[in-house]
């Protein structure tokens, strides 16, 4: 997740009408034109001039239609191309002047939208070598909309349409890419990827203005946006007001003599808490935000040569200290400290030989918080040595805030010079731009940035797709080719496992009632479809490496629901409960041939934490299930599977259960899957 500098157009501006006809770049050389009986083309010309399109396969005309620009110099027409041919064609805007775009293909469009998941690039996820040498597929196109945010619709693009290759594919987005190259081979057709997505960005974002009526939740975040229409400067002078205001509500920074005497190398920790770091606060503390302080000891040989220390990512913010120094913090001026991760240059003098104190506190304002990387991230270095900081801490709990402090810690201003999260400015840069432009769909890989909302998130997101839908206005035109017509299919990723290992199942999830959420407006809005990846995410990476096997999912989707190809595109889906006496009998929908459980890897000693060792070896042979009694406490369940559609589920500590969850934790050790060997959709059933 990166930050970003936002431009910001003001379209008040009167525009002046081109000499010549000029088009939308999506209209360049290596397009992929959607193939559909009504495929629109527009642009802006003089007043008045006479325009004629034409899709040419050499000297024949493959399509062909005309217009003139109106009295604001727009044009429009619509070409069929159901009948064009898979070789490359040329796209002619005759004009005062012509023209052209070569290479031109006319197959499968798809828009890929969402945060850091979704733009996650080829190069940077798993197998990215061998992906790039295999990667020849010609009719495989991506375009990539660049990173902005404008307070208006704007009608503003850039970029343009790469042909993937060996040397290419490396920036595409791999989610993406993958989806795309899975259809191109099922199809035998060109695919054309849209690629606009922004790590790090939350769904409100990409939501239309009107779709986000009645969500009184973002007037404060509408009025500073209205704000910036008075121009950056004024809007960055009162962001700053407002910062200092609301950083002034809450205990961001410690009291300074607090800070001496926590930093101190002589303090006396005995009343202080042991914790293994890395670790997430909320570990041990599932509700907690605020500021914690942390301490270890580092005996040291020499201290001769330049020193820096790391610490990976710490969320959200810090201050570090070694004997008392300060050497090194990131605070609130920081808009994604969150995902920064620490490296610090150590001064000159500040180590010592022997014993050196290292300190450090951290302030979580919202969601997880802590200490979020890897043991290796966690080193203090001296010339060529380098130390391991992963272990034993002390830690101490500075402030805890309270349910209004942290209602105010949710509303923390926005940068409007970073404000990629402010209410449809993303929508307005970055989608608004590319309709009416004929896709055969949308795929959508985000959720991460709602979390904690759920409640929010079940209204947001499908407000969020019925205004894409509306603004494109692609009912019943058919854009897929035999199709009777589409309502802008749109098919979502859920979220992957996440997090540590839970020995609790009454734990606070944060992540699966997002995921619940997902597949309820997925098995709800018309068209709409489901990409379970509960199986291949990261327990320590929010960006797990395996793209692969989300795109082969999403592409099944599209397959079966789009295409309507006979094949298996989902896991087993929760159908209905029975209670017979102690046992649960659950059943389930998409099993193909039958219910299967997956045989899970018995870790050695050291390989995973103990509790994921724990949790794959419950004497169960599918894992995953819970089930709660009358008193309303879950307890780990037994489960069995019975028939190709139920299984049975029971736990010896529950005599009259009421409800059952399956897969139900930020990160869950699950094994069920269908004879299609997709997994099955994790879901909690209500008494």
């Known amino acids: 997740m990166r930050s970003f500098l936002i431009l910001i157009v003001l379209l008040s501006v009167a525009m002046v009408a081109p000499a010549a006809p000029s088009t939308n770049p999506l209209f360049s050389d290596h397009m992929v034109l959607q193939k559909g009986t009504s495929v629109p083309v527009w642009g802006k010309a003089d007043r008045g001039e006479a325009i004629r399109v034409s899709l040419m396969d050499g000297s024949t005309v493959v399509s062909e239609a005309s217009t003139e620009a109106d009295d604001k110099g727009a044009w429009r027409v619509n070409l069929d191309t159901s009948k064009a041919p898979q070789t490359p064609l ?52 991506h375009f990539e909309v660049p990173h902005t945010s404008q307070l208006l619709p704007s009608e503003e693009l850039k970029g343009q349409w790469v042909v993937t290759s060996s040397q290419s594919v490396g920036t595409f987005s791999a989610v993406a890419y993958y989806f795309g190259r899975a259809l191109h081979l099922e199809l035998k057709a060109p695919i054309g990827l849209i690629n606009s997505s922004v790590g790090g960005t939350a769904a409100e974002s990409w939501a239309t203005d009107e779709s986000l009526k009645g969500f009184d939740e973002f007037n404060i975040q509408r009025a500073q946006a209205r704000d910036a229409l008075l121009g950056m ?163 101490k709990i500075e402030h805890r805030l309270d349910p209004d402090q942290k209602a105010i810690a949710a509303q923390r201003p926005g940068n409007p010079q970073n404000a990629v999260n402010v209410p449809s ?36 997101l499908p407000a969020m797709i019925q205004g894409w839908r509306t603004a494109w206005d692609q009912k019943c035109e058919p854009v897929i080719a035999g199709e009777a017509g589409r309502d802008f299919p ?84 929760f159908s209905k409960l029975d209670i017979q006496g102690n046992r649960a ?34 004497p169960s042979p599918v894992k995953g299930f819970a089930i709660r009694g009358e008193d309303g406490k879950w307890f780990w369940a037994k489960a069995q599977i019975n028939d190709q559609r139920t299984i049975e589920v029971w736990s010896d500590d529950v005599a009259k259960p009421v409800a059952v969850r399956y897969g139900w934790a930020d990160n869950p050790v699950v094994n069920l899957y269908n004879s299609a060997d997709f997994p099955a959709v994790p879901f909690q059933t209500q008494p």
Request: charged share 25%; hydrophobic share 40%; aromatic share 10%.
């Open 90 to 141: 040329e796209l002619i805007i005759a004009g005062t002047t012509t023209l052209k775009a070569s290479d031109v293909l006319v197959g499968q469009v798809w828009l890929c939208s969402g945060q850091s998941n979704m733009a996650w690039s080829v190069q940077g996820a798993k197998d990215a070598e061998r992906e790039a040498r295999q990667a020849n597929y010609p009719q495989i196109r």
């Open 233 to 395: 400067d004024n809007a960055v002078a009162k962001y700053r007001v407002d910062l200092k205001e609301w950083e002034a509500k809450l205990p961001l920074h410690a009291d300074p003599k607090l800070a001496e005497s926590y930093s101190s190398i002589d303090l006396d920790t005995k009343d202080w808490d042991t914790v293994t770091l890395p670790r997430q606060i909320e570990a041990t503390d599932p509700d907690f935000d605020g500021s914690i302080w942390y301490r270890t000891e580092l005996t040291l040989d020499a201290v001769d040569a330049a020193a820096s220390i790391s610490f990976g990512r710490v969320d959200d913010h810090d201050v570090t200290y070694i004997n008392g120094k300060r050497v090194g913090g990131i605070g609130n001026d920081n808009d994604g400290a969150w995902a920064t991760p620490r490296r610090y240059d150590i001064p000159a003098g500040v180590l010592k030989p022997g014993r050196n104190m290292i300190a450090v506190r951290v302030f979580d304002t919202w969601l997880a918080g802590g200490f979020m990387g890897a043991p290796a991230d966690m080193w203090l270095q001296v010339g060529t040595k380098r130390h391991s900081l992963a272990g034993e801490w002390k830690s």
């Open 425 to 460: 400015m993303l929508y307005n840069g970055m989608i608004h731009p590319l309709k009416p432009y004929a896709i055969a769909g949308a795929i959508w890989y985000q959720g991460e940035a709602n979390v904690n909302r759920d409640k929010q998130y079940r209204s947001l």
């Open 490 to 573: 749109f098919y979502i990723v859920q979220l992957a496992n996440f997090m540590e290992y839970r020995r609790d199942p009454n734990f606070n999830t944060q992540w699966a009632p997002i995921r619940d959420v997902q597949a309820h407006v997925a098995s709800t809005l018309a068209n709409c479809g489901l990409a379970v990846t509960i199986d291949i995410g990261d327990e320590r990476d929010i960006h797990p490496g395996n793209k692969q096997d989300v795109g082969k999912r999403l592409a099944a989707v599209a397959l079966a629901k789009a295409y309507g190809k006979k094949v298996p595109f989902a896991g087993p889906t």
């Open 585 to 618: 009998i659950v059943t389930f929908d998409h099993v193909e041939q039958g219910l299967a459980a997956r045989p899970l890897a018995v870790p050695e000693a050291g390989d995973r934490p103990n509790v994921y060792r724990e949790l794959v070896t419950h």
